[in-house]
């Protein structure tokens, strides 16, 4: 992490509030607060092309937002508009008449809660970044309310997140306790949301929010995103397209129950409230001890989803996920082709199929642990993280020299955080699982989760990983899962504290993978959770890639990809060429490309043709990957809105790009027409050069391949992209000269 320099500015309103609290903390004084009047304070947390302002009001000494949205040219001009704005972040109990930000009961059993502005500190950590942090207090009781917001200039991606501190004399119980609130007045509000199950993620959704409130949440406790994946589109004053409209795109990095909540008041004005789901997690806050939320991490956009899109990649490239920059393993998986059956032998023919494909790693997925309750399906073994002797009698070891051997990387899947009721674990440690005492145990995939709660658990989890990576410091890569959501969880460590759970086990789960990184800083770690159900940028500060659906079927992958297309990078976006579907090779070769490549397939299987053109593929693919990856994505037609989807990366020098073209269907008579490509340089010429040609596959239409043609012509005209046979692709790589 570069460190440039750091600038810290602190800016007092010296005769706001004196508080007149009661020394012990434990009973306001009565003494109400006195707030002499002042000038308002501006405080402006833009980037560069957005502008978010809040505003004191000298009068009663509040925080308001007094805008959000597109770059202001003089921002002085707010201190006269008539009205100071919207509550920055509104409590419960006092005047406040909708949802709150924060709701607690104090140990003298007072429910209100007051919050004034104090003074804020601007933080210049790096030239790109500002990071605002403003104090608010409650004038009665001990209680401080810290308001963070990091603003990242040149991705105009913004980060807010809160800490709430009391020093009463006793616990005090927060019940709602948001990362951020926002507000927004507009003719129209349209919401897009992003849900599914195993799958079949990512399902996009787009409505008109009417008066009243809408909640997008999860109760889930792990696996947590499995129905719903925590992010929004926010469309302003109408709908918006991939290029035009005003919106904003917003997630919740948090791996466990989160919560937006969208309430429209009476006058139209709508209030965007997004953090931990307070769903059956009261908290009880012991004095002085902080409470911090996960950020809510959003990006403004007047040019449409497409620059949202865009502004979110940058953000997570540089700052979001583990290692952006770098680059990514192409691998091959054993999952589907051997499921729970293999031994040496199998696996040692398997690396040599990951060298002639031309790929960089071997993952050995589940079934490779287990004695007393060997793994051979999932009914038994998860917990027992020693080699199966039958099906490795030589050990990891084996494999990892082996591969070194061979001149390809091992890698491994675990599932640390969970346990079969038929293992060694489950017998040795039945405090350690999440499950009500009086009440039957509820599996799901036959197994139980375990209390990461309990220091002792957690210890248990980081060494699975760091106890395997030190045995046998030649593993070069983890798929780590995590197959199920809680239900029937009671955790024996948390004692009267039930309601700690849901927020607990994340933090806990948080500060493994923190200390795991603290070892292992650039290890590869792929985030997997049955598919997508753990897809977060709480998670991905710590992993580098994730698994997007077990859902591999081209056919879906395209939409499935797409979804998260709008919030994720591709890099990050693991897409694996398998048996699923009927579609040709080619097509699901095409597909897969799109984000990080991988193969699932028996490739003693595969002619001689298809091993030749996946060759050629993957070699296609490391030569353009780093413009798949960090190039600007452009999705030039939606499968949403058409049979085909395409759409295209291009680099920062607009020197290289990649089309990917799919048609999904075609009807009778339909019209393919050309499309207009983006992003590309009017000046410069290109040539068209098609790749990864079937082998058998010949064209059906036109094509632009082996012409050039300008930037001008190629964004006004367009090119035939794709052809008119269902189920066809179609991919161009294309080059300035
Ligand atoms: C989950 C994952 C799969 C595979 C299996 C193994 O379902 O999503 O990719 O690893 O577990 O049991």
């Known amino acids: 992490m570069k460190k440039l320099f750091v600038l810290i500015i602190t800016i007092c309103l010296t005769h706001s509030v004196s508080s007149g609290q009661d020394p012990t903390g ?7 607060a006195q707030i002499k009047q002042s000038a308002d304070i501006i405080i402006p947390a833009g980037t560069k092309n957005t502008d978010l302002i ?54 003298d059993g007072n429910p209100s809660l007051e919050l004034k502005y104090i003074s804020h500190k601007i933080e210049k950590p790096d030239p790109d970044i500002t990071i605002t942090n403003i104090l608010l207090k409650d004038p009665v009781y ?116 989160f ?55 940058h953000w997570a490239t540089n700052f979001g996920i583990m290692d952006g920059n770098k ?64 099906k490795l009698p030589d050990g990891l070891g084996y494999l990892v020299k082996e591969a070194d051997s061979k001149g390809v990387k091992f890698g491994i899947w675990i599932e640390p955080e969970m346990v079969n009721p038929k293992s060694e674990l489950y017998e040795n440690h039945p405090d350690w699982i999440l499950k009500l005492p009086n009440r039957p145990e509820n599996y799901y995939r036959n197994q139980l989760v375990l209390d990461l709660t309990n220091p002792e ?67 590869p770690i792929m985030l997997c959770s049955g ?21 591999t079927d081209p056919l879906e992958r395209v939409y499935i990809q797409w979804g998260y297309s709008f919030f994720f990078p591709s890099f990050a976006v693991c897409n694996h060429i398998t048996s699923w579907g009927k579609q040709s090779l080619k097509f699901k070769t095409d597909v897969a490309m799109m984000g990080k490549m991988g193969y699932d397939i028996p490739v003693n299987e595969l002619t001689e043709k298809e091993l030749k053109f996946s060759q050629e593929a993957i070699t296609n693919y490391k030569r353009l990957s780093d413009v798949i990856w960090h190039g600007d994505l452009y999705r030039l037609i939606s499968p949403y809105e058409e049979n085909r989807a395409v759409l295209m990366y291009i680099n920062s020098s607009k020197t290289k790009a990649v089309l990917f073209a799919y048609t999904l269907n075609s009807r009778f008579g339909e019209n393919f027409n050309r499309v207009r490509l983006q992003g590309l340089d009017p000046a410069k010429t290109y040539k068209i050069q098609e790749i990864n040609v079937s082998a058998e596959g010949q064209r059906f239409g036109p094509s632009e391949s082996g012409r050039s043609y300008t930037g001008d012509y190629l964004m006004k005209i367009g090119l035939n992209a794709g052809t008119g046979l269902p189920l066809s692709s179609a991919v161009y790589e294309i080059t300035s000269f």
Request: net charge negative; glycine share 8%; hydrophobic share 35%.
């Open 457 to 523: 658990v957690q210890e248990f989890v980081y060494n699975v990983v760091d106890g395997m990576l030190t045995k046998y410091p030649g593993i070069a890569f983890i798929k780590w899962d995590c197959n199920r959501m809680m239900t029937n969880a009671y955790s024996v460590y948390l004692k009267d504290k039930q309601s700690h759970l849901y927020i607990d086990y994340v933090n806990n789960l948080y500060d493994i993978l923190y200390k795991l990184r603290q070892k292992y800083p650039h290890f």
């Open 327 to 390: 680059p990514r393993l192409t691998l091959l998986n054993n999952w589907e082709t051997t499921y729970f059956s293999f031994n040496e032998p199998k696996l040692a023919g398997l690396l040599d199929d990951t060298k002639k494909m031309g790929l960089d790693l071997f993952l050995l997925d589940d079934g490779w642990f287990g004695n007393k309750y060997p793994r051979n399906n999932d009914r038994a073994g998860l917990g027992d993280w020693q080699e199966n002797k039958t």
């Open 26 to 32: 434990s009973q306001p004084s009565g003494e109400s």
């Open 54 to 107: 809040y505003r004191v009001n000298g009068k009663d000494g509040r925080l308001y937002q007094a805008y959000f949205g597109a770059k202001l040219g003089n921002t002085d001009e707010l201190k006269q508009m008539r009205d100071a704005g919207h509550p920055a972040y509104a409590t419960f109990g006092t005047d406040n008449l909708f949802e709150p930000s924060i709701r607690m009961t104090h140990n």
């Open 531 to 551: 598919g997508g159900g753990r897809v977060d940028y709480g998670a991905l500060r710590y992993f580098t890639e994730f698994w997007a659906s077990d859902d």
């Open 259 to 313: 919560q937006f909540v969208f309430e429209v008041d009476e006058k139209g004005s709508l209030r965007v409230i997004s953090g931990i789901n307070p769903f059956a997690s009261e908290y009880s806050l012991l004095p002085g001890k902080p409470f911090k939320t996960p950020s809510f991490i959003f990006t403004y956009s007047n040019q449409g989803k497409g620059r949202a899109s865009r502004n979110l990649h």
């Open 142 to 257: 001990p209680v401080e309310v810290t308001l963070h917001i990091k603003s990242y200039s040149e991705e105009d991606v913004i980060e807010q997140w809160v800490e709430i501190v009391q020093n009463e004399t006793k616990p005090v119980t927060i019940y709602n306790y948001a990362s951020s609130m926002l507000h927004f007045d507009a003719t129209q509000y349209w919401l897009t949301q992003f849900h599914g199950d195993w799958a079949e993620e990512m399902k996009v959704q787009e409505n008109e929010l009417t008066s009243g409130i809408k909640i997008l949440d999860t109760k889930l406790g792990t696996r947590a995103h499995m129905y719903q994946t925590p992010v929004f589109f926010l469309s302003l004053n109408g709908k918006s397209t991939e290029n035009d409209g005003e919106l904003i795109a917003g997630t919740l990095g948090w791996s466990g129950n």
